[in-house]
C-alpha cells in the first residue's frame, strides 16, 4: 500500500516553477514602504507559460495578470485580489494578529517552526489567508483569500481560525462571505489539527447558513484535497476562474494509482463544469462587476 | 477468528509465534510420552503467551501501532456488527449512481434499540480486499453514508459509524462524480444532524476519507488505531520526498489514539484485548459496545439543538496558534 494515499496535500510542497506565481512579494523593509512594494518595476518582461506571449510588468498588472493573448490567468495573492474587488482599493484587513506555531514541533526535511520564520523573514504574509472586508461597487463583502506562497496555501489552525472569524463578523454585521481558494490542502506540519479545521469551518458555514447570508466559493488555479473536500465545494455557489485546476487528489496520485495518463482538461474549470460541479466559469476582469450583481440579487 | 496456526504474524509479534511453536512441540512431546504429565507446562506457556501479548504492545512505536491498525487478522466493521447488534439490515446505494462496496451501512438492533450503522468495510482475502477496494470509498460511498444518515434522521435513530480507511480512493471517476464535493457535503450535513451520532475509529483513519464519515458528537478511537491528515507512506513520500521514511512520518505526525486524547481531538480510547483486537473478537467487540452505549446514554441527554451546538463549538475550539506581539504589527492595518 505504499503508494497509496489521498494526495490531499500533493501540490503543497511541490516547486511549480512553470505556474508558480511570478509575482513574489518582498519583506518590508526600512527603505521600502507599502507604496513602494506594491509599484512595479518598469522593463520588466514576462513570458506567459501557456503561450509564451511576452508582455511588460505594468501591462501584465493593467490586465489583471491575464495573459493578453491567450486568457491565462496568472496566479495571483491577496494583495492583488483585494485590489481587484473592493473600490478605490480600499478595504480593512481583519484578524492579522494570530500565527502559526509549531506546537507539534513537527520536523521534516527542517522543522515547522524554522519554515514558518523563514517565511515571515520573506514576506510579509503572516499566513496562508487573509480576511478583508470593504466595499465592492458599493456593496458591503467580506473575503477570505488565501496566498499559495504561504507553503502552498495550506490548510492550517489560523486558517480556520480565521475562516471562523470572519463568519462570526459576517453574521454580526449581516455580509456575504466570499472565499478565493489557491491551495494544495492541508497543512501537513499541524497533522491532525489541519485535518479538524475541515470540521471546524464546516461548523462556521452552517451558522453563516442558518443566518441566511451568502456564501460565494472562488476556486483559483490550484485548488486541492482539504479545501475542495470542506469549504471550498460548499459555496451557494462555486465558481473559478478559467483553466483552474481543481480537484480532491492531485493528478500525479492519481495517475500513480491508475498507472494510465490522465485526459487532457481533467481537473480543469471547464471539466468540472462539465460534471456539475461549478456555477459558471468567470473571467479575472469580470470578478467585481459579477460579484457586486450576485450580492444585490441574493438580498433583494 | 482465526486459530493458530492460521494466524497471522506481524514482526514484532514473532516472539508469540515462537511461543505458539513450543506448545505445538510440547504436545507432540506429550503424545509420544504418555507415562509424563505436560499439562502444565503448556498451560505455563499458554499464559505466558498473554503476558508476551502484553509486554509487546506495551513499548510500540507509533509506526508498530499503524501496523497492528492494519493487521491481516483484525476485525472489520461487519465482525463488529456480528458480534455487538442483531436484525442487521445492510441497505445498498446511493440512488445515485452505484453501490460502493467499500462504504456500507444499514440498520439494527443494538441493545433494544434501533441504530443506524455505517462505515468502510475492508476484506480479508485477495478477492474480497479488491471488491472492498481496501476500505477506499468513491464519492456514491459518501452519498450512501449520507442518505442512510438522512434516513436515520427521519426516524429519530442514533448513528455509529465506523472508520477503517487508508484514504477516499484517488481515481479518475472519482475526480469526474465529485470526491471532494461528496466529502465536503457529509461533513456540513453531519455537523447539522438532529439524532445522536458517535465515531469510532477501528482501523485506520486516514484524511477526509475518514472526517467524511468522522463528524458526531463523540469521536473514540479504538487503542490500537490511528487518525490524522495523511497516512504515513503518503506523507513521507510528499515531505520526505521518498516511501522509505513511513516510521519517521507517523512518529512526526503524532496519530496514535493516546496522542489524539491528549489534543483532545478524539473524546474517549477504547480499550482492546490484550495484544490488539484481533486477538479476541468478541472480547473487542463487546469492549467497544460497552463504550457506545455508555455515550449514547449520554448524547441522548441533549436535545438536538444543544447537540449540534456543543458539536459546533467542539470542533471550533481545534486548532492552535500564537498572537502576534503588538510590536510588529504594522500601524497601517489596511492600504
Ligand atoms: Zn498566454
Known amino acids: 500500500m505504499d503508494n497509496i494515499f489521498t494526495g490531499l496535500e500533493e501540490d503543497a510542497h511541490q516547486e511549480e516553477t512553470g505556474r508558480r506565481s511570478w509575482f513574489k512579494r518582498r519583506k518590508k523593509g526600512i527603505l521600502t514602504t507599502t507604496a513602494e512594494k506594491k509599484e512595479t518595476p518598469e522593463g ?57 506555531v509549531d506546537m507539534l514541533h513537527f520536523t521534516d526535511l527542517k522543522s ?29 463583502l467580506v473575503v477570505a483569500c488565501m496566498d499559495f506562497e504561504f507553503i502552498g496555501g495550506s490548510l492550517g489552525s489560523v ?26 490542502g492541508a497543512r501537513m506540519m499541524e497533522s491532525a489539527f489541519s485535518l479538524m479545521q475541515m470540521a471546524k ?6 451558522q453563516l447558513a442558518d443566518a441566511q447570508l451568502p456564501y460565494f466559493s472562488l476556486l483559483t488555479d490550484p485548488t486541492f484535497g482539504g479545501i475542495s473536500a470542506s469549504f471550498g465545494m460548499l459555496g451557494d455557489l462555486n465558481f473559478a476562474e478559467p483553466g483552474a485546476l481543481i480537484g480532491f487528489a492531485g493528478p500525479r496520485v492519481i495517475k500513480e494509482t491508475i498507472k494510465k495518463d490522465l485526459p487532457p482538461g481533467f481537473q480543469r474549470s471547464e471539466f468540472l463544469i462539465e460534471h456539475g460541479f461549478l456555477d459558471f466559469i468567470l473571467d479575472r476582469k469580470d470578478l467585481k462587476n459579477k460579484l457586486s450583481q450576485l450580492i444585490t440579487l441574493f438580498r433583494n | ?11 514484532f509479534e514473532q516472539p508469540i509465534k515462537d511461543l505458539y511453536e513450543q506448545i505445538e512441540q510440547t504436545k507432540k512431546l506429550a503424545e509420544k510420552n504418555q ?59 446511493d440512488r445515485n449512481f452505484a453501490d460502493d462496496k467499500a462504504m456500507i451501512g444499514g440498520f439494527a438492533d443494538l441493545d433494544g434499540e434501533t441504530v443506524m450503522l455505517i462505515g468502510q468495510q475492508k476484506g480479508h482475502t485477495t478477492k474480497m480486499r479488491q471488491l472492498r477496494n481496501f476500505g477506499m470509498a468513491k464519492p456514491e460511498g459518501y452519498r450512501k453514508a449520507l442518505r442512510l444518515m438522512r434516513l436515520a434522521e427521519k426516524f429519530d435513530k442514533p448513528i455509529i459509524t465506523f472508520i477503517d480507511t487508508p484514504g477516499a480512493y484517488p481515481g479518475l471517476e472519482g475526480e469526474e462524480r465529485g470526491q471532494g464535493e461528496a466529502i465536503a457535503r457529509n461533513i456540513f450535513e453531519m455537523i447539522r444532524l438532529k439524532v445522536p451520532v458517535i465515531c469510532i475509529i477501528i482501523g485506520e483513519g486516514a484524511s477526509g476519507g475518514a472526517l467524511g464519515i468522522g463528524v458526531g458528537d463523540r469521536v473514540l478511537m479504538m487503542e490500537n488505531t490511528w487518525y490524522t491528515v495523511i ?22 505526525l503524532k496519530l496514535t489514539s493516546i496522542d489524539m486524547k491528549g489534543f483532545g481531538l478524539v473524546d474517549e480510547i477504547v480499550p482492546e484485548p490484550i495484544g490488539g483486537a484481533h486477538w479476541d473478537y468478541v472480547e473487542a467487540a463487546e469492549l467497544l459496545k460497552k463504550v457506545i452505549l455508555t455515550n449514547l446514554k449520554e448524547i441522548k ?7 449540534i451546538n456543543k458539536r459546533i463549538e467542539k470542533f471550533g475550539k481545534m486548532g492552535f496558534w500564537e498572537a502576534i506581539p503588538t510590536t510588529e504589527i504594522p500601524a497601517i492595518a489596511s492600504e
Request: hydrophobic share 30%.
Open chain 1, 44 to 100: 520588466l518582461w514576462n513570458k506567459c507559460p501557456e503561450c509564451n506571449f511576452i508582455s511588460t510588468t505594468s501591462d501584465l498588472k493593467e490586465a489583471l495578470f491575464v495573459c493578453a493573448k491567450c486568457n491565462y490567468h496568472h496566479r495571483i495573492g491577496s494583495d492583488e485580489y483585494f485590489d481587484i474587488i473592493f473600490d478605490e482599493q480600499v478595504f480593512t484587513e481583519m484578524f492579522d494578529d494570530i500565527r502559526s
Open chain 1, 112 to 140: 515547522y517552526q524554522k519554515r514558518l520564520d523563514d517565511i515571515h523573514s520573506k514576506t510579509d504574509l503572516k499566513d496562508s489567508m487573509r480576511v478583508a472586508t470593504g466595499n465592492v461597487n458599493g456593496e458591503g
Open chain 1, 159 to 184: 486558517m480556520g481560525e480565521k475562516f471562523s472569524r470572519a463568519v462570526d463578523y459576517c453574521i454580526a454585521n449581516k455580509l456575504p462571505f466570499m472565499v478565493i481558494s489557491k491551495s494544495g
Open chain 1, 201 to 206: 469551518t464546516s461548523g462556521k458555514l452552517s
Open chain 2, 1 to 11: 477468528m482465526p486459530q493458530y496456526p492460521n494466524r497471522q504474524f506481524l514482526d
Open chain 2, 35 to 93: 507415562k509424563i504429565d505436560y499439562s502444565s507446562t503448556i498451560s505455563q506457556l499458554e499464559s505466558s503467551i498473554v503476558d508476551k501479548r502484553k509486554e509487546i504492545t506495551e513499548h510500540l512505536t507509533p509506526w508498530q501501532r499503524v501496523q497492528l491498525s492494519r493487521h491481516p487478522d483484525r476485525p472489520y466493521m461487519l465482525k463488529y456488527i456480528e458480534k455487538m447488534t442483531t436484525n442487521f439490515i445492510e441497505c445498498h446505494g
Open chain 2, 231 to 252: 497516512s504515513p507512506e503518503g506523507c513521507s513520500s510528499i515531505l520526505w520526498r521518498s516511501v522509505d521514511k513511513k516510521e519517521t512520518a507517523a512518529e512526526q
Open chain 2, 301 to 307: 441527554k441533549h436535545s438536538p439543538k444543544v447537540r
